[in-house]
């Protein structure tokens, strides 16, 4: 029978004492978490590992001895620590030797209480404890077969490690009865600022809970209840992408304990996310403030859209004369050029209206920025949305034209062969469609702006920056190097961490996303173009999203 001992490479240099850990009986394996060293009083440390254990729900017991020649050279050594066997009263013993500066240990077994004790192949084990105890362990994709089997065991060795902290708290300066070696024994590993941050973190987390709860009521009064403020609220994508980070915001700053892993990632995640964010929208501000760039962007939007309405109107003149040298229906032309024509007039008149004010408002809206790049992307989105309205419209009017088309051209179709509407079936036939390219052009804008959007919204940042800084911390598995071996001498294995790939980090870690535009399928979207139906810029009511 095999038995894997997993010892810590960093009590390699310990001296001779105890080795207090855990037994894994399901796997025959122990897991070494520290050693006690001489002297110390039996009674004693069984008081201590029994607070250990209360406090971190782990079996933490005595396994065995390790003994280390550099340090002690009596003969008597190795049968005192044999006689520890029958106080602490483990089966098996593991006694672990290190003679000198020898890389190749002496390993054995005690079955001093079993009729029929078996010798056992030892397998030793080395893990880096710092590594283990801050990595997580994530299980694996295809969760069947022998890699699930292989996933369960190797968690009960990560989470022993991990819920034994109290254990590391101790280092040799504690005036403590019993003296540990463990990562930690030098010192424990603590930052100032860290701390200085963790005590101002919680008036800062009240204050902002404060706010926040406050400020959410004011959302959720009756006054925003009411058309047609309920109607912007839900339909603007800035005040969506508001909500959102107020949402984030609630998360950040409640004083609730992370329960698990991925709530305590998930809070870390939209922490740096909203960081990365407003850091961001601050280098846009102060970018857009520099040298006039407003005023200058100011100045070239009028003439902009006047180049935009010469096209249109270029284009229309051009579809109610005989494009292509097509002979069309002139007073179904004239008709709708003049009607179009009528409509580009009145927007060009109402920019040139809001032409003064133009600077000023977007002014203001540079401010938005320091809430965030998103806030200020979203707030582009509804003002492309709004200077291309014009655009829109004449995007439903073709369509509904294009519809009725469609239906008459069924009905006629249908009429010709004998047929009727099949009302079980609701069949309709569908022709192809060509989108106007301007109204393309937008959509496509807007969507590349959402696109951006939800990227920030959505990036792990902070899993990311780990997995790039600090790979052992998200684990996905472990490999095991194969040391040099001796004959007589136990088969010596270095575990190290698998890191977690970018991609699992992406589809482990990935932030929820909200949006007041709609998520229809390509397969959606070339049926409404085909068959004519309109393509709101916004989640409609009753409509179905795939």
Known sequence: ???????????????????????????NSAVILAVVHFPFIPVQVKQYLGEVQRV????????????????EKEDSLSEFLEDLGTIFCHEPWIQISKEGDSKFWSCSTLQKHSKNPQEE????????????????????????????????????????????RVLFMTDRYDEGPIKLTHWQSDGVEASIIVELMKQASVPACMLLTFLLSLLSGICRSRVLKFWPLSFLWSKLSTCEQLGHRLQHLQVISSTKKAQNQNQLMRKANIFVSLLIDVALGILLMSWLYRKNRIGHLADTLIPVADHVAEELQDLLQWL????????????????????FLYHIHLWISYIHLLSPFIEMILWYVGLSACLGLTVALCILSDIIALLTFHIYCFYVYGARLYCLKIYGLSSLWRLFRGKKWNVLRQRVDSCSYDLDQLRLLVVIVQGLIHLLVDLIDSLPLYSLILRLCRSYRLAA?????????????????????????????????????????????WASLCKKLFLGELIYPWKHKGEKQN
């Not at 001992?5 to 105890?18: T, Y």
């Not at 971190?56 to 340090?71: A, D, E, I, P, R």
């Not at 969760?143 to 991990?162: M, N």
């Not at 001796?486 to 482990?508: E, W």
Request: aromatic letters at 8%.
């Open 477 to 521: 598995g472990v490999k095991f190097r194969v040391l040099e071996q001796q004959d007589g001498k136990p088969l010596r294995l270095l575990m190290q961490i698998n890191p977690l790939s970018y991609g699992g980090v992406v589809q482990t870690y990935r932030l929820p996303t909200y949006s007041c535009y709609p998520r229809d399928s």
């Open 320 to 339: 109610m004369g005989a494009p292509a040298g097509l002979k069309m229906n002139r007073a179904l032309d004239q008709v709708l050029g003049r009607f």
């Open 1 to 27: 029978m095999v038995l894997k001992v997993f010892f810590p490479s960093c009590c390699s240099s310990a001296d001779s004492g105890i080795l207090i850990g855990r037994w894994i009986s399901e796997q």
């Open 56 to 71: 971190t729900k782990v079996g933490v017991s005595v396994l065995g001895s390790w003994s280390n020649s550099k340090q």
């Open 121 to 164: 192949e030892i397998i030793l084990v080395y893990y880096d404890q710092r590594k283990v105890m801050l990595s997580h362990l994530h299980p694996p994709l295809d969760t069947a077969g022998q890699r699930a089997e292989d996933a369960s065991k190797l968690s009960a060795i990560f989470d022993t490690v991990a819920r034994s």
